[in-house]
Each structure stands twice: as structure tokens, then as C-alpha cells.
């Protein structure tokens, strides 16, 4: 049994409420959770963040900027970007001068420490216009020839049409596009590059948000997660993490994580007419990351 375990029925009955828009029965349950296993991480710091759900509604209640900031930059996530880093520059060897697309970079976070004498271009594509521009500016700092396209990934067949790269790579961004965009994304990308590279977290497959498997599996991954800010007085816990869980059972949001099994991944890329092979990248409290290396057929 697990620390969580005694108040995972009340933790579910929160959810449950959360997602019907019953935030006073969503904070009485989770404060009954935090009673009944006072060990649980997540019911602790749910308990907490319905509670001002209750008393102030979503509306107040956003993802913060700094709290983001923090989260990324801290815990696990160093040691997962300096794997992905490191497996990234092994890629940029492979040609002297490398051109390079970068998918999704956001502020350049995997990307820099990358980044060889050997890269002489980087196309960025990044719809976030603060990112794109802290991004470049760090690329171009660097002394490599940078070009910034603020679009999407699916709109990168029409924005870049008939342009080539060496590599384009895409880091813990693609799980954003809906599958059936990445359907039309893969066609576009094997015939504009000569290797890709895709990172992402093997998840499991779940039949539905609030089903007690998803549940149990939140509960289990983020009591991991929320261990790794235990000193940060609750800043990631409650303006990143609790509203990035609580999102996932909120029916009124629209989806922006298309996240799946790494196999789902490769079998995508291959149907696509690539070449794909995957191996794991980095053990995370999340889910384990794999980096995905595929080549047109």
C-alpha cells in the first residue's frame, strides 16, 4: 500500500466533483484525502489548491509564469535536459555543416547546450513570440545563423514549403499536435529532411480521464514529481503543478496534450515512411523519455 492509498476513493470523489464544476464537494473531498493518508504529497497540495479553487473559482487560479519558470529549471528536469542535450549534440556530429530545424524550441532549453562549431544554421519554429525571440536571440549570440518562423508545426508544410534541412528535431513538443495533424506532418518532414529526431514520454494508453487507472497512475507519477519542489514552499505545487493535474479532468478545457506510448510514436513515423528506431533517454517522475531517431525509407 502506498502512502496515498487510504485516500485515493475521497482523492477520486474530489476529481470527480472538480470535473462536474462542484468545487465545494471537489475541496471538502480532497481535504478529506489529506486527513485519511497525511503522507500524500498530492492530496496535501490538492487539498490546498480546490480549497482556493472554492473560494476564488479557476478564473484566478492560472498557470504562473514564475512558477513555470521554476519547474522547469528545476528538479528533474536538469538532469532529463542534460540527457537530451547531450544526446542531441552526438547528433549534430554527424555532418560538418549541419542545417538545422528545430521544432518547438521554446527558450532554447535543450537546444543551446547542444549547439557545436558544427551547426552553421537553425530554423526555429515556435508560436510562443516571447520564447521565439529569447530563443534566437541566444542562437544568434552564439555566432550560428539563425532564422524565427512564429508558426506551428501544422503549418509548417504550408509556411515551408520545398525547403530542405539535414536534421529537424522536435523535444517535448509535438505531443501538443492533435494525431490526425501529425498524420499531415510526417509526409511534409520525410521529404524535407534527411534524419529527424523526436523526444517524448512513454505513457500508458487509458481509456478515459476519470477512469480509476488514469487516476491511480496521476496520484502515483505526481507524489514523484511534487517530492522533487518540497522546498520551494509550495511554489511549483501550486501555480504549475496542481493546475496542470487538475486540468487533466477538467471536461472544459480544450485538450493541449496528445501525449502516448512510445511505441504509438514509432508506428506513426513509420506508416509515415520512415525508418524509426527508439531507445530510453532519461528515467522521469512523469513518464520515461525516449529519444525517437527515424530516416526516410
Not at 61 to 75: C, E, N
Not at 112 to 126: I, K, N, Q, Y
Amino acid at each position: 500500500m502506498t502512502s496515498a492509498e487510504p485516500g485515493l476513493a475521497e482523492f477520486s470523489a474530489a476529481l470527480h466533483a472538480f470535473a462536474a464544476r462542484q468545487f465545494d464537494d471537489a475541496a471538502a473531498h480532497a481535504a478529506r484525502a489529506a486527513e485519511l493518508a497525511p503522507a500524500s504529497r498530492v492530496f496535501r497540495e490538492a487539498a490546498r489548491y480546490l480549497d482556493r479553487v472554492r473560494r476564488d473559482g479557476l478564473r484566478n487560479v492560472y498557470v504562473a509564469p514564475d512558477a513555470f519558470s521554476a519547474f522547469i529549471r528545476g528538479g528533474g528536469n536538469w538532469r532529463l535536459y542534460e540527457q537530451t542535450s547531450a544526446a542531441l549534440a552526438d547528433a549534430y556530429r554527424e555532418r560538418a555543416r549541419l542545417a538545422l530545424l528545430d521544432i518547438g524550441p521554446g527558450d532554447g532549453f535543450a537546444l543551446l547546450p547542444a549547439l557545436s562549431d558544427g551547426v552553421a544554421s537553425v530554423t526555429l519554429v515556435e508560436p510562443s513570440p516571447a520564447l521565439l525571440a529569447t530563443c534566437a536571440a541566444a542562437v544568434a549570440a552564439r555566432g550560428v545563423r539563425c532564422e524565427a518562423l512564429g508558426t506551428t508545426a501544422q503549418e509548417l508544410p504550408r509556411v515551408a514549403a520545398g525547403r530542405r534541412w539535414d536534421l529537424a528535431q522536435a523535444t517535448f513538443s509535438l505531443h501538443s499536435a492533435p494525431p490526425a495533424d501529425r498524420a499531415a506532418l510526417w509526409p511534409w518532414l520525410r521529404g524535407a529532411v534527411d534524419r529527424l529526431l523526436v523526444v517524448e514520454f512513454d505513457v500508458p494508453r487509458f481509456d478515459a480521464p476519470l477512469s480509476p487507472g488514469f487516476i491511480r497512475h496521476v496520484v502515483e507519477r505526481y507524489e514523484r514529481g511534487l517530492a522533487e519542489y518540497d522546498d520551494d514552499g509550495g511554489l511549483v505545487a501550486q501555480g504549475f503543478l496542481l493546475p496542470v493535474l487538475c486540468g487533466y479532468f477538467d471536461p472544459t478545457v480544450a485538450r493541449s496534450t496528445y501525449e502516448q506510448p512510445i511505441t504509438d510514436w514509432v508506428a506513426e513515423l513509420r506508416a509515415a515512411g520512415f525508418a524509426a528506431t527508439d531507445l530510453p533517454l532519461a528515467d522521469y517522475w512523469w513518464a520515461p523519455a525516449h529519444l525517437i531517431d527515424a530516416r526516410p525509407a
